[in-house]
T-cell receptor, first 112, second 112 residues
């Protein structure tokens, strides 16, 4: 699996868009970009994933650069409840199950 | 409705004891996992089962034995508990065809 690099921490004002970057310069053609988050004392939560096209769901948008070497997770209107550690994970689309290799992630603090 | 549930939520026990953690998912997924999150907050895969068959078995002591009675359940039994086993254990599930993994709330195990 390709290695990812994320900033250790970020701040965002409540109501503003939170843009979380992730570098994955060694990504292979068949590897997807997954985003998860872990709110304090809770289990990790799946947010979104994509291969090369931008993706959007009710939680967030995922923007992947054309060369696929980096991506950005966008929380359009951050709330205090979005304060969490966000993990960017790159791996092939699973076959018979797959392990997620969580790194250190980005600790996002949403402030009032 | 809880998608992935674990029992117990907290488990405090003495060294040398044997304990079990139970996990159930009602998402209809065919793959289930156990992850361990240590005191430094790193999440690591331990095991994965697909249709009751063990498919991922990371370097975990033999004292840990997963058991999957059916696709909806994956239990973790730990023999001869040690201080280093203290951690939060998360169960997760997914579809073999892809998509995200869905995590339970975690079981905080404290060995004294």
């Amino acid at each position: 699996d390709a290695k990812t690099t994320q900033p250790p921490s970020m701040d965002c004002a409540e109501g503003r868009a939170a843009n979380l970057p992730c570098n994955h310069s060694t990504i292979s053609g068949n590897e997807y970009v997954y985003w998860y988050r872990q709110i304090h004392s809770q289990g990790p939560q799946y947010i979104i994933h994509g291969l090369k096209n931008n993706e959007t769901n009710e939680m967030a948008s995922l923007i992947i650069t054309e060369d696929r070497k980096s991506s950005t997770l966008i929380l359009p209107h951050a709330t205090l409840r979005d304060t969490a550690v966000y993990y960017c994970i790159v791996r092939v689309e699973p076959g018979r199950g797959y392990a997620l290799n969580f790194g250190k992630g980005t600790s996002l603090l949403v402030t009032p | 409705d809880t998608a992935v549930s674990q029992t117990p939520k907290y488990l405090v026990t003495q060294m040398g004891n044997d304990k079990s953690i139970k996990c159930e998912q009602n998402l209809g997924h065919d793959t289930m996992y156990w992850y361990k999150q240590d005191s430094k907050k790193f999440l690591k895969i331990m095991f994965s089962y697909n249709n009751k068959e063990l498919i991922i078995n990371e370097t975990v002591p033999n004292r840990f034995s997963p058991k999957s009675p059916d696709k909806a359940h994956l239990n973790l039994h730990i023999n001869s508990l040690e201080l280093g086993d203290s951690a939060v254990y998360f169960c997760a599930s997914s579809q073999v065809t892809g998509g995200g993994q869905y995590f339970g709330p975690g079981t905080r195990l404290t060995v004294t």
